[in-house]
């Protein structure tokens, strides 16, 4: 079973590169494996986005979080974070 839904799934096959030098997954089950296995998150929103690397003690200094490569605009408001 699928732990991150397939425009989560899609959005990373898609935008993958921004974060990796090379493709990491090439089908959305590589993708869901993958991403399960760097811990990553789905937050709602750039509030969320930020809160969570504050959580993590990432200092942001001042930039636009929502730029950072770890960041992938899912396109419905949500954002996934990888940690690579």
Known sequence: MSNFD???LDCFLKNQLQLFPEPVAETPEEA????EMMFAVVVKGKRSVRRYFEEVGVDLDGGDIL????VFDVGDGR????EG
Request: aromatic share 14%.
């Open 6 to 8: 397939p425009k989560v």
């Open 32 to 35: 869901d494996e993958f991403l």
């Open 67 to 70: 730029e950072a490569s770890e």
């Open 79 to 82: 954002y996934l974070i990888v």
